[in-house]
């Protein structure tokens, strides 16, 4: 099988003035489809260089990558947009939504460059997205009308609405608190048992914990590569949550 991700010898240097930064040193891994990575490590360690290569937000100093069997690490800045649009999804901490405008027409602006998709196909898909996140009831609220776990999901809402092949998520729960947190995780669970791929980068270990496999980065190499063996699962935790927060408000 092809796999969705594959790196051989990456390689990412930034020049700073006459300073020469290197922020990856020679990558190399496979990620299978269906797969649910996290990417962990110190701030600095190359992870979220990692990670803009994999959304083809830049393009690597040396070495290849391979996107569902595509080299993608020469590709020009259009053909990079292109690819971005029709096969990677992306969710980042601070949501990024437009403020004056909907969730259903947020979640429709992906679908804005997409050429041979039709306005009653963009708003009733962007509508499914909504509701496969459940938001089903908020197509028409406001940033400012959703708390911040809402917003994320809108967020993950527009990344999905393309149908992507890869989602690539950076620190999705940095802003949300403990609860919050748990309900988006089960939501990407829920999106990695149906067959989605998905790359997570995060600092937190008990978040790594939600996915089936942590890279962890350190001085732009892969320091530990090793799969979950006790995986959480947020469904369960979300359930334990609920029943702690009845028994408190039955006590209040």
């Known amino acids: 099988m092809t796999p969705v991700i594959a790196v051989r010898d990456l390689t990412k240097t930034y020049t700073v003035g006459e300073l020469k930064v290197p922020a990856l040193r020679g990558v190399t891994l496979d990620v299978a489809p269906g797969s649910f990575v996290a990417l962990t490590g110190p ?78 196909e963009r708003r009733e898909r962007a509508a499914a997205a909504l509701a496969s996140v459940g938001l089903g009831e908020r197509l028409e609220h406001h940033p400012n009308q959703l708390s911040g776990g809402q917003q994320q999901r809108v967020a993950i809402a527009r990344a999905l609405v393309a149908r992507p092949t890869l989602l ?66 947020a469904e369960e935790e979300r359930e334990i949550l609920e029943a702690h927060a009845d028994e408190e408000a039955l006590s209040a």
């Open 168 to 233: 690539l998520a950076d620190e999705p729960t940095g802003n949300l608190d403990t609860r919050t947190s748990v309900e988006v995780m089960q939501i990407f669970q829920h999106l990695n048992d149906a067959g989605l791929s998905i790359v997570l980068v995060t600092h937190e270990p008990d978040i790594a914990e939600y996915a089936t496999r942590v890279v962890a980065f350190r001085d732009g190499k892969v320091r530990d590569d090793r799969p979950v063996v006790e995986r959480r699962r």
């Open 43 to 120: 701030s600095g360690s190359g992870k979220s260089t990692f990670m803009h290569l994999l959304g083809c937000l830049d393009r690597p100093t040396s070495g290849q990558y391979l996107l569902n069997g595509r080299d993608v690490s020469t590709l020009d800045k259009r053909a990079l947009a292109h690819v971005r649009n029709n096969q990677i999804g992306f969710v980042f901490q601070g949501f990024n939504l437009l403020a004056r405008t909907s969730a259903i027409e947020n979640v429709e602006l992906p679908l804005l460059y997409r050429r041979g998709v039709s306005a009653k």
